[in-house]
């Protein structure tokens, strides 16, 4: 019996087919739902940017973003020091989770499923199985790809670890 149903969103252009799957789910199961974020920690700047932008947020994170974009940290030079490093402040992270969160919900409340968000400052993989564990899933809801530098990976690194690790079913969505 599927009785509650997490669901990992990030602001990735694959948010919306996970969302719209686990609401169908949720929908028919008459299941919990439980959105899980983690924050967007390591995340390049300009793919926040593209999620803000995207989510249609922006207008309210921009002089955030751009505040951190103004100020590079330089990595020591024997990281490769000859790229920047733009360090987004903490409360910018929470008020994009906070965003990303409120578009999955107003999805959600369309198709008429009531939902409950978790944020977590964790690694991605660490937070969306915790969250899962302390709600008691039966289910866990991820896209096989959310935000990363490597576009061109059949499974992220995020999802595989998730597969692996998790205590529930996990369904990945395409």
């Known amino acids: 019996m599927i009785s509650t149903i997490v669901v990992a969103v990030d602001g990735s252009e694959h948010q919306d087919a996970v969302v719209a799957l686990a609401a169908e789910i949720a929908q028919a199961r ?15 700047y300009g793919e926040l940017y593209s999620v803000a932008e995207r989510l249609g947020f922006l207008d309210r994170v921009k002089a955030e973003l751009d505040q951190a974009s103004a100020t590079p940290v330089m990595p020591a030079a024997a990281m490769g020091g000859a790229i920047p490093v733009i360090m987004v402040s903490p409360d910018t992270l929470h008020h994009v989770a906070d965003e990303v969160l409120a578009a999955a919900r107003r999805a959600l409340e369309r198709e008429g499923v009531a939902v409950e ?5 964790a690694p991605p993989a660490e937070a969306i199985l ?3 564990s302390e709600e008691g899933a039966d289910l866990l809801v ?7 530098r490597v576009a061109g990976m059949i499974l992220g690194s995020v ?3 998730v597969l692996h690790d998790a205590s529930c079913a996990v369904l990945v969505v395409k």
């Open 30 to 44: 008459g299941a919990r739902l439980v959105l899980a974020h983690a924050l967007l920690r390591g995340v390049p």
């Open 117 to 121: 968000t978790r944020v977590l400052d």
């Open 130 to 132: 915790q969250i899962a």
């Open 142 to 148: 991820i896209g096989s790809r959310g935000l990363g």
């Open 159 to 161: 999802s595989q670890k």
